[in-house]
């Protein structure tokens, strides 16, 4: 499957615990993406990477969430002291840099349940 | 303020009828616009785009999306619906200044047989 994969596909945590995702992109995609996905909502942008570099990060992405994407291949997001507001399912995307202007691929996504 | 509007949370169709479903934009400098299905337990796959050029664009699966600028609108539409097309639709827009994109809330769509 050369697809944007996604791990873990489920996590469980309780609060104020640290809680980590990975996400690797299409091979040789060189934009990446997370968002925020919460029930009955669309997905919130929260970071945007061009290779290594981290270009984009929203206004509300609080302190305790932080993303790298190391040598420009796949990409973690961190999230620490985590609440209960952090449920939600974690998107990844994958861009080429050539092709369709700004098609994103999107993995299957992590569901976090903070308990 | 960059949004986007999907004001029907479920549109119901019967199969072989035209469907739309409607979204509207709002966002600052020209509007990339897209379109994107979620079918359940599946990722979000990418429907068709508007960049630039005819404000009718093709997309997969038989889809199309008219842009108006006029309206800030960008509805999706297909002239005969199937049973199969039964999915979660998104709306979404790129800022026009950053990278950054912003989606609709979704539209669920119901084809019945």
């Known amino acids: 499957d050369t697809g944007v994969s996604q791990n873990p596909r489920h996590k469980i945590t309780k609060r104020g615990q640290n809680v980590t995702f990975r996400c690797d992109p299409i091979?040789?995609?060189?934009?990446l993406y997370w968002y925020r996905q919460t029930l009955g909502q669309g997905p919130e942008f929260l970071t945007y990477?061009?290779?290594?570099?981290?270009?984009?990060k929203s206004r509300l992405l609080s302190d305790r969430f932080s993303a790298e994407r190391p040598k420009g291949s796949f990409s973690t997001l961190e999230i620490q002291r985590t609440e209960q507001g952090d449920s939600a399912m974690y998107l990844c995307?994958?861009?080429?840099?050539?092709?369709?202007?700004?098609?994103?691929?999107f993995g299957p996504g992590t569901r976090l349940t903070v308990t | 303020a960059q949004s986007v509007a999907q004001p029907e949370d479920q549109v119901n169709v019967a199969e072989g009828n035209p469907l739309t479903v409607k979204c509207t934009y709002s966002?600052?400098?020209?509007?990339?616009l897209f379109w994107y299905v979620q079918y359940p337990n599946r990722g979000l796959q990418f429907l068709l785009k508007?960049?630039?050029?005819?404000?009718l664009v093709k997309g997969s699966y038989g889809f199309e999306a008219e842009f108006n600028k006029s309206q800030t609108s960008f509805h999706l539409k297909k002239p005969s619906a199937l049973v199969s097309d039964s999915a979660l639709y998104f709306c979404?827009?790129?800022?026009?200044?950053?990278?950054?994109?912003?989606f609709g809330s979704g539209t669920k769509l119901n084809v019945k047989p």
């Open positions: 091979s040789e995609h060189n934009r």
């Open positions: 508007y960049i630039t050029g005819d404000n």
């Open positions: 990477f061009q290779n290594e570099a981290q270009l984009e």
């Open positions: 995307a994958s861009s080429p840099k050539f092709g369709i202007p700004y098609e994103q691929y």
């Open positions: 966002v600052s400098g020209n509007p990339y």
């Open positions: 979404a827009v790129r800022d026009g200044n950053f990278n950054k994109f912003y």
